[in-house]
């Protein structure tokens, strides 16, 4: 089993900036992954990033590269989730999301069996 706890989100004007971040506790494997999706009012969730605990090897929407940033210390079994130069259509809960066995499909919510508690991002003009 592993637990997720968020934490980061909160309120920013349009171009603005956040970090959240994902700490991770329990059994951790050598394929594990940890990923963020969001959801935004009346919308299904959309896949946003992973990131591949071995390897560091990141993957990431196209509509969202460049401006988000995944990154992962192993030290601490954390994950963030960079995100800048934010637009309204940004705001969302966002979850980080984990597996401990790693698949090519990824971008599913699907294949991932632990999720965080959510933590809303709230992006105004």
């Known amino acids: 089993q592993v637990q997720l706890v968020e934490s980061g989100g909160g309120s920013v004007q349009t171009g603005g900036s956040l970090r959240l971040s994902c700490a991770a506790s329990?059994?951790?494997?050598?394929?594990?992954?940890m990923g963020w999706f969001r959801q935004a009012p009346g919308k299904e969730r959309e896949f946003v990033a992973t990131i591949r605990w071995t390897g560091g090897n990141t993957y990431y929407v196209d509509s969202m590269k460049g401006r988000f940033s995944i990154s992962r210390d192993t030290a601490t079994n954390t994950a963030y989730l960079q995100m800048n130069s934010l637009k309204v259509e940004d705001t969302a809960i966002y979850y980080c999301a984990a597996d401990n066995l790693w698949s090519a499909w990824y971008s599913r919510a699907f294949n991932y069996d632990y999720w965080g508690q959510g933590t809303q991002v709230t992006v105004s003009s």
């Open positions: 329990g059994r951790i494997s050598s394929s594990y992954y």
